[in-house]
């Protein structure tokens, strides 16, 4: 029997002002191992342990073998039968990239298990697809912090199979810029999320957001509290998305007041994502988690770090 095993970090998107297009990798994590398995009666069986474990799919349904079938089909070969077992670290649909994980440590999984026949920039384009946008699966894949963005080339320049061509550009991140994350215990669709934005935007909210998120890349590198407190406020997604986050104002409040740089929604919500220095990070941990609370909300709030190494393989046992 071959097995392999592969943790894959938790990732936040949007950052404010960088919708759709940036993420970064945080330290908690979702582990897999994958035992291929010589068995006539069963293609397929899923363990899963850890917090939600009951409420994820054990059958073909499974987003994880999804991935894992789809890097088979790619290579045109019949995934062989499988013993997935599951270690749930990353909430679920909280706008902390865990569908992203499963797409990501499917394919990697696959990957491992079948020789490595393709290079990463071949499996990271393949959880691409699989996700629909980079913003997750790009920093689950590679760690750190990262943009993405396509490249327009000129139709009749191609001679392949036409397909979405991604430029992904690692952001450095300082050393004493903490991402704080508040866990509420509700849930928030992406579909819903998605539901709120407008169609269209004006002039001025484009190049409202054009000119912070270039703040914020460099707030980011260099560790300026002054350009990240303005770097992360948004007008393309944020301001319509609070109101389906209950509390959201006063835990925003209470994040800068306790000296945050500022309080983003981490991908499309419901949680909430501050920046702090090392000094500040515990107390705005606690200013969150109160402010939430005297809300009526229960919520987990964590001080991490970012994760810079991404999807790997371990050597744990389950």
Same mark, same amino acid.
């Given at each position: ?22 993420? /970064? ?5 979702? %582990? ?11 293609? =397929? ?56 994980? /499963? ?10 298990? /079948?020789? %490595? ?8 384009? =393949? ?14 894949? =590679? ?29 450095? &991140?300082? &050393? ?20 709120? =934005? ?28 002054? &350009? ?63 402010? &939430? ?26």
């Amino acid at each position: 029997m071959s097995t392999v095993s592969i943790a894959v970090p938790a990732t936040t998107a949007n950052l404010g002002p960088g919708f759709d297009c940036i993420g /970064a990798a945080l330290s908690l994590y979702n %582990e897999f191992q994958f035992t291929q398995i010589n068995s006539a009666e069963t293609a =397929l069986k899923i363990n899963v342990t850890g917090a939600e474990a009951e409420r994820v799919q054990t059958d073909e349904s499974n987003l994880l073998y999804q991935a894992f079938v789809k890097f088979y089909q790619h290579i045109d070969k019949t995934p062989p039968a499988v013993e997935i077992d599951i270690k749930l670290g990353v909430p679920l649909a909280r706008g902390l990239g865990s569908s992203a994980t /499963a797409i990501v440590g499917g394919l990697v999984g696959a990957n491992l298990l /079948a020789g %490595e026949p393709l290079r990463q920039v071949e499996v990271m384009q =393949l959880a691409i697809e699989m996700e629909g946008h980079p913003d997750n699966v790009v920093p689950a894949f =590679l760690g750190g912090c990262r943009l993405a963005a396509t490249g327009l080339v000129m139709e009749p320049q191609r001679h392949r199979e036409h397909r979405e061509e991604w430029e992904i550009c690692n952001i450095p &991140w300082h &050393w004493d810029v903490i991402p704080v994350v508040a866990i509420p215990d509700f849930e928030l669709s992406t579909s819903e999320a998605r539901s709120v =934005l407008p169609s269209e935007y004006s002039r001025g909210d484009a190049i409202f957001n054009t000119a912070h998120f270039g703040l914020l890349v460099r707030g980011l590198e260099t560790g300026r509290g002054d &350009w990240l407190r303005v770097a992360m406020q948004d007008k393309i997604h944020q301001p319509y998305r609070q109101s389906l986050i209950k509390g959201y104002d006063a835990v925003y409040s209470a994040a800068v007041n306790a000296g945050a740089y500022g309080l983003v929604i981490s991908g499309a919500g419901p949680t909430l994502l501050a920046l702090a220095d090392t000094e500040k990070a515990e107390v705005v941990c606690r200013a969150m988690e109160s402010a &939430w609370q005297q809300a009526g909300v229960k919520a987990e709030v964590k001080a991490l770090k970012v994760d810079f190494q991404g999807a790997r393989r371990t050597d744990m046992e389950f």
